[in-house]
């Protein structure tokens, strides 16, 4: 997620672009640029790798910069690390054309080499550079202005894109194209405005018109058009943006932690299509892993903390189950300071969010220091985790700025699952065709996701029941288990409720007895092979006087018998429950936080990285 800001008009451009960067810096801050046009002049670019506050050193005063035409952007690096050469905009090798982009072109390897073949050099890692070249490659083959040339570049490309160009043959102008991802287009009088999202141009004008997927717009002073794939022109209705500033930075939700929860299915989908084709074919060759290093491996050792470890719990089930390789699972705290012995041929995982934890970043260091090869799964390029790992699988969650980890979690999920199956595959548990199954099972999770959010007011209402509760319990066996600990942490961090997980086997030999009149004990059902098991053990709650809120999966109907709440999760393969199971629980944390009426986003005590012991 990366935050694109444009300006044509009677003003100059760059404080006007500057400030809208300022104002989208939450949609990713590892390195920025603008370009500024004056008339004929060729574009002034200025890129810094770090925050906006960098990038406004670096230029100094700002009236040095003149031009009443301009782009901009903030970065959150998916392909390539942060840097000055990899900050956008990019531009054709004659300046010919110049760009930003918010997106991820899932092809640009293939368009990369088309373009090599046809004499094209490169000077990034980044997709955005092959989407640009691949415009002036169009424009200039064919010679049919601007329009045509990003409607043949966009046809070419899979993925997303919110695409902002200057053509140096037409001064004055900026060419937008939009797929999947955000962008309005404001109006002030004769003054144009491009943005990602509304924040950024709210002090200049509340006019909007909202661009639809697969059109283009082309601006000018006084001028803005629309058209469709076709080049054909388009009617637009301006609208009124209401939003405050500050609810606009959360995309209209009231919290960020519930614009990341809504931002799951787009997340996972993007963390899925990173490392498999439109085949359902997987490949890792992002993350280094080769076949080779894949069956070398004779025991897996997952590391990490909090929600992180809680991703390892899951993994731990579905790659034993898949793979047959021996998984250990450690909280990184602990593991850093024990001398337990590492066999060799073992892959470490580390799983981290922010690629800062300390206790994470200190027990890769051990494993690397035991000759172990070791794999990152991080969502922030560049991180200490990343750069000191053997290998690295990226998350694309893109920035989560609530402390509370959702969409990144959701990631770590589904990177681990696409590892397992593509273990599975290579070392011969699963059949090539087997493993393209899964992947597309894999692939319906987004839409089953967005099916449960669908359905959150009524886990709103049944949450608001618990705003006083003291202690809420949460049980479950296998994954289930793994699921309830993720459930429990989502809790006790935004509301402040005690809560515990537990092994719904475990419940009898003690902790039962904490159970009595009115206390929420919220049962996950979704493996079929220890159903039984945990709701008898939920009966065992419900006749101790606890009241239960039964998660299964649908079709399990009979648990509306058992529990006096029921929370029914679409069908998928059973390997990938949790990636459902989980956000009601998500969704129950909010709501009962909600409710408290305590910082969701910023709950007490905690941050969103630990980089200190
Ligand atoms: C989860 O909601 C918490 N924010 C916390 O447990 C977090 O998962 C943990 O600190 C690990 O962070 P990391 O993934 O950035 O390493």
Not at 156 to 163: D, P, T
Not at 331 to 338: H, L, M
Not at 460 to 469: E, L, V
Not at 564 to 573: E, G, H, Q, W
Request: glycine residues 8%; hydrophobic residues 40%.
């Amino acid at each position: 997620m990366c935050g694109i800001v444009g300006y044509v008009g009677k003003d100059q451009a760059a404080p006007i672009l500057l400030e809208g960067l300022t104002k989208l810096e939450y949609r990713g801050y590892d390195s920025a640029g603008i370009a500024v046009r004056d008339g004929k002049n060729a574009p002034v670019t200025v890129k810094e790798k770090g925050r906006i506050a960098d990038l406004k050193d670096k230029i100094g005063p700002v009236e040095s910069i003149v031009g009443t035409c301009g782009i901009g952007h903030t970065r959150w690096a998916t392909h390539g690390a942060p840097s000055e050469t990899n900050a956008h905009p990019h531009h054709s090798d004659d300046d010919a054309v110049i760009g930003v982009h918010n997106g991820i072109i899932e092809n640009y390897e293939e368009i990369r080499d088309k373009l090599k073949r046809n004499g094209y050099r490169f000077y990034s890692q980044t997709d955005t550079e092959c989407i640009i070249k691949l415009v002036d490659y169009y424009y200039k083959k064919y010679g049919e202005g601007p329009l045509r040339a990003i409607s043949r570049a966009i046809l070419r490309v899979r993925g997303s894109y919110a695409l902002c160009l200057m053509f140096a043959d037409y001064p004055g102008e900026i060419f937008c194209a939009r797929n999947g991802s955000p962008m309005i287009i404001g109006k002030n009088g004769k003054d144009a405005f491009i943005a990602s999202d509304v924040p950024a141009i709210l002090n200049h004008t509340r006019k909007v018109y909202y661009i639809d997927n697969m059109e283009m717009a082309r601006l000018k002073e006084g001028s803005i058009e629309f058209y469709n794939i076709d080049c054909e022109p388009l009617v637009k209705t301006l609208t009124e943006i209401t939003w405050d500033a500050e609810a606009a930075e959360r995309g209209g939700f009231e919290h960020f932690m519930m614009k990341e929860i809504h931002e799951q299915p787009k997340a996972v989908e993007d963390t899925i299509h990173s490392v498999t084709d439109d085949k359902d074919k997987i490949d890792l060759s992002s993350t280094g892993l080769t076949a080779e290093d894949i069956k070398a491996i004779d025991n897996i050792l997952i590391i990490g903390c909090g929600s992180a470890y809680h991703v390892g719990m899951v993994a731990q089930y579905v790659f034993e189950d898949m793979t047959g390789i021996p998984v250990r699972v450690e909280v990184a705290s602990e593991f850093r300071y024990r001398r337990s012995p590492i066999a060799p041929n073992t892959l470490a995982i580390i799983i981290s969010q922010s690629g800062e934890t300390a206790d994470s970043l200190e027990a890769l260091r051990k494993c690397k220091a035991a000759g172990v090869k070791t794999l990152a799964i991080v969502n922030v390029i560049g991180s200490s985790i990343a750069r000191e790992a053997d290998y690295v699988f990226y998350t694309l969650a893109g920035p989560e700025i609530a402390v509370a980890t959702t969409k990144a979690y959701s990631t770590q999920l589904v990177a681990n699952d696409l590892l397992a199956i593509e273990f599975a595959r290579v070392r011969g548990n699963l059949t090539k065709k087997q493993a393209a199954a899964l992947v597309k099972e894999l692939k319906t999770l987004p839409d089953k996701i967005q099916r449960i959010l669908d359905d959150k007011e009524r886990i709103q209402w049944f949450a608001s029941k618990f705003a006083n509760a003291n202690d809420i319990f949460f049980i479950g066996r296998g994954l289930d288990f793994a699921t309830c600990m993720e459930g429990s942490l989502k809790m006790k961090e935004t509301s402040y409720v005690h809560s515990e997980a537990y092994a719904a086997g475990e419940l009898k030999h003690g902790t039962i007895s904490l159970i009595e009149d009115g206390i929420l004990v919220i049962g996950v059902c979704t493996q079929s092979e220890v159903i039984e098991k945990t709701i008898s053990n939920m009966v065992e709650v419900k006749s101790r006087g606890g009241y239960l809120m039964g998660l299964t999966t649908a079709g399990n109907y009979n648990m509306e018998d058992i529990a006096n709440f029921c929370v029914f999760i679409p069908k998928t393969d059973e390997h990938f429950t949790t990636s459902l199971a989980v956000i009601p629980l998500q969704l129950m944390g909010y709501y009962v936080s909600l409710a408290r009426g305590v910082d969701v986003d910023k709950p007490r005590n905690l941050a969103k990285s630990v980089t200190v012991e």
